[in-house]
């Protein structure tokens, strides 16, 4: 059974997913298939007789595109091209073309074939994929320098806690130490033991996932750990002029790394200074039906809704009309440590209502004792 005369015909007419036409020699459209009229939403009668140059961007125009592709096409006998094409609407697509000088058999050319696919598909998830690479180079060289800088951090912050040490003993030994330099000395001490603590949880947070870090467990009462943590903080919660209450809570005890827990609380108490500055902040330990939890409470700015799940991303800042500095750390460190427990962290804020951001943690009575863990 032979094919008649009219199978091409035919064949380019049922085409859908390819637009399929014909071009004079000077580019008017002669030719449209139906595929043509869904891929770019022009009907045959609106489109037939039409220059081609309308399929292109205002720029592609004002740099002789159209014209060149023919010439190129006629040339070489075809041309094949990517780039960006309009509908009918004037919206955009990444289109694949490819143009097909038509001639007789004595060589005249009466025209140019054109077939153009619909790539915007591809190129999106193309585009994506890079940025995505993108993203994911930009973490590691952010996880590289992060982590230099906490070791090159470590030999200076021994040399400080060793002076502040040794300023201590010979004031004692001297015997004549004012209290004013006791209450100094006293203070270098504590921040020297902060920097080093959070130095430490950098090293140990930073560039793991929450399943990677090793914990060492101890039994702990969350009450004691977050009362040290404000202990510590004194003098930070004086320069922010925040009143800073801990709120009456029910007994909770954790197996957990006192190190870790401890930074979990400084940076949930050092992001409710920064944002809620001269306002109250309110903290809160309980337990209830076996999870333990730790909330931090403020009367900053808030958090849009959109914005939140971002919160808790390496390296992700929420943008504010102030410049509030920082690496982005802060709160991811504070996801790291909770979900390395078995914990989770959420946040519950409005603009301009404050935000409270809770931790939860399996309490020790609702977990099996953990080998290893020192009662």
Same mark, same amino acid.
């Given at each position: 059974?032979?094919?008649?005369?009219?199978?091409?015909?035919? =064949?380019?007419?049922?085409?859908?997913?390819?637009?399929?036409?014909?071009?004079?020699?000077?580019?008017?459209?002669?030719?449209?298939?139906?595929?043509?009229?869904?891929?770019?939403?022009?009907?045959?009668?609106?489109?037939?007789?039409?220059?081609?140059?309308?399929?292109?961007?205002?720029? !592609?125009?004002?740099?002789?595109?159209?014209?060149?592709?023919?010439?190129?096409?006629?040339?070489?006998?075809?041309?094949?091209?990517?780039?960006?094409?309009?509908?009918?609407?004037?919206?955009?697509?990444?289109?694949?073309?490819?143009?097909?000088?038509?001639?007789?058999?004595?060589?005249?050319?009466?025209?140019?074939?054109?077939?153009?696919?619909?790539?915007?598909?591809?190129?999106?998830?193309?585009?994506?994929?890079?940025?995505?690479?993108?993203?994911?180079?930009?973490?590691?060289?952010?996880?590289?320098?992060?982590?230099?800088?906490?070791?090159?951090?470590?030999?200076? &912050?021994?040399?400080?806690?060793?002076?502040?040490?040794?300023?201590?003993?010979?004031?004692? /030994?001297?015997?004549?130490?004012?209290?004013?330099?006791?209450? $100094?000395?006293?203070?270098?001490?504590?921040?020297?033991?902060?920097? /080093?603590?959070?130095?430490?949880?950098?090293?140990?947070?930073?560039?793991?996932?929450?399943?990677?870090?090793?914990?060492?467990?101890?039994?702990?009462?969350?009450?004691?750990?977050?009362?040290?943590?404000?202990?510590? =903080?004194?003098?930070?919660?004086?320069?922010?002029?925040?009143?800073?209450?801990?709120?009456?809570?029910?007994?909770?005890?954790?197996?957990? !790394?006192?190190?870790?827990?401890?930074?979990?609380?400084?940076?949930?108490?050092?992001?409710?200074?920064?944002?809620?500055?001269?306002?109250?902040?309110?903290?809160?330990?309980?337990?209830?039906?076996?999870?333990?939890? &730790?909330?931090? /409470?403020?009367?900053?700015?808030? &958090? *849009?809704?959109?914005?939140?799940?971002?919160?808790?991303?390496?390296?992700?800042?929420?943008?504010?009309?102030?410049?509030?500095?920082?690496?982005?750390?802060?709160?991811?460190?504070?996801? *790291?440590?909770?979900?390395?427990?078995?914990?989770?962290? $959420?946040?519950? /804020?409005?603009?301009?209502?404050?935000?409270?951001?809770?931790?939860?943690?399996?309490?020790?009575?609702?977990?099996?004792?953990?080998?290893?863990?020192?009662?």
């Amino acid at each position: 059974m032979s094919l008649g005369e009219g199978a091409l015909q035919l =064949f380019v007419e049922s085409v859908r997913d390819y637009a399929v036409f014909m071009l004079d020699p000077k580019g008017y459209i002669a030719t449209w298939n139906p595929g043509a009229e869904r891929m770019k939403g022009w009907r045959a009668d609106e489109i037939i007789g039409q220059h081609f140059s309308c399929f292109y961007p205002a720029e !592609d125009i004002a740099r002789g595109k159209p014209a060149r592709e023919l010439e190129v096409a006629a040339r070489e006998g075809r041309l094949e091209d990517e780039g960006w094409r309009l509908r009918k609407d004037g919206s955009r697509f990444w289109a694949d073309v490819v143009i097909t000088a038509v001639r007789t058999r004595e060589g005249d050319l009466i025209g140019f074939g054109k077939v153009t696919r619909d790539l915007t598909d591809r190129r999106q998830a193309e585009d994506e994929r890079v940025a995505m690479v993108a993203r994911e180079e930009g973490l590691r060289a952010r996880e590289e320098l992060l982590t230099i800088a906490a070791h090159e951090l470590r030999t200076p &912050i021994a040399a400080l806690q060793l002076h502040a040490d040794l300023v201590r003993r010979t004031s004692e /030994s001297q015997g004549g130490a004012s209290e004013r330099l006791a209450e $100094r000395v006293r203070r270098l001490q504590h921040s020297a033991t902060r920097l /080093s603590r959070l130095v430490d949880a950098v090293l140990r947070v930073a560039t793991l996932e929450p399943s990677q870090i090793e914990l060492d467990r101890r039994r702990l009462d969350l009450r004691e750990l977050v009362e040290r943590v404000l202990d510590e =903080f004194a003098d930070d919660i004086a320069s922010a002029g925040c009143a800073v209450r801990l709120e009456p809570g029910s007994p909770a005890e954790v197996s957990g !790394d006192c190190g870790l827990l401890e930074v979990l609380v400084a940076n949930m108490l050092a992001n409710a200074l920064k944002y809620g500055a001269r306002q109250p902040v309110a903290l809160l330990v309980a337990a209830h039906g076996g999870r333990a939890s &730790i909330t931090v /409470s403020d009367h900053g700015m808030g &958090i *849009a809704a959109d914005r939140q799940p971002a919160l808790f991303e390496r390296f992700k800042r929420v943008d504010s009309p102030r410049h509030y500095g920082g690496l982005g750390l802060g709160l991811w460190t504070v996801r *790291a440590i909770a979900e390395a427990h078995g914990g989770s962290v $959420r946040v519950t /804020s409005e603009v301009g209502q404050g935000a409270t951001f809770e931790v939860e943690l399996p309490a020790l009575e609702g977990v099996a004792a953990h080998a290893g863990v020192s009662p």
